[in-house]
């Protein structure tokens, strides 16, 4: 049986589960680097990306921390996985009027991704008297522009990341560099705004 892909190509059904899974997990990771390139000082380092860890989560990302995580930075780390997972599933095109019912659901605690929904939620908790279904829609705008910003290397990640089952922090690191090839300026620059953000509502 064949499924329709985001990229336009066709894919077995048999493997849509397991790339679902590495796509989340890829997701994850990329936010993190991503937001290190952005920041003068990492805050976070991808250890190592599973799948079927023997803990019972179909898919894993285990870091170190570095250094405290600004809340903003936490909540996109968060998202990344779901973020990257609507790709594969809707393309580029998905709504922002469907971004913002999210971000409503979520924090009204009415969406089954609860445990990064809910990580993220509770990293926003620490900005005093934000409005955190506002805060929570920045983020989530700013994960899908990182699940966005390269689309292609990402999936390349996943398959690659399906056909190991595992990958460590350095394989990560350098199968993303082989596969990424566009230009981040803009996305970096929005995530410098979104950490000044978060220090300005903790100041």
């Known amino acids: 049986m064949l499924a329709s892909r985001s ?6 059904a048999n493997e849509i589960l397991p ?7 890829v997701g994850h990771a990329v936010a993190h680097l991503l ?3 952005a920041v003068p000082k990492p805050e976070t380092r991808v250890r190592e990306l599973t799948l079927d860890p023997s803990d019972g989560n179909l898919g894993l990302t285990r870091i170190h921390l ?11 780390r968060c ?17 922002a009027a469907e971004a913002a019912r999210l971000a409503r659901e979520a924090v009204e605690g ?3 991704n609860v445990v990064d929904f809910s990580a993220a939620l509770a990293a926003l908790c620490r900005l005093p008297g934000a409005n955190l279904e506002g805060e929570f829609f920045r983020c989530w705008l ?3 522009a990182v699940a966005r910003a390269d689309w292609q290397a990402l999936l390349a990640v996943a398959r690659e990341l399906v056909a190991a089952r595992a990958m460590d922090g350095a394989k990560f690191e350098a199968s993303w560099h082989a596969a990424h090839g566009a230009d981040d300026a803009a996305l970096l620059e929005k995530l410098r705004r979104l950490g000044e953000r978060s220090r300005k509502l903790m100041a």
């Not at 990229?7 to 077995?12: H, I, L, N, S």
């Not at 570095?66 to 996109?76: D, E, G, I, S, W």
């Open 66 to 76: 570095l250094r405290k995580t600004l809340p903003h930075y936490h909540a996109v």
């Open 142 to 144: 700013a994960a899908v």
């Open 7 to 12: 990229d336009g190509a066709m894919t077995d």
């Open 35 to 37: 937001i290190n390139a």
């Open 79 to 95: 998202l990344g996985g779901y973020a990257a997972e609507l790709a594969l599933d809707f393309g580029r095109d998905w709504p």
């Open 19 to 25: 790339l679902a899974i590495a796509v989340h997990e």
């Open 110 to 112: 009415r969406h089954d």
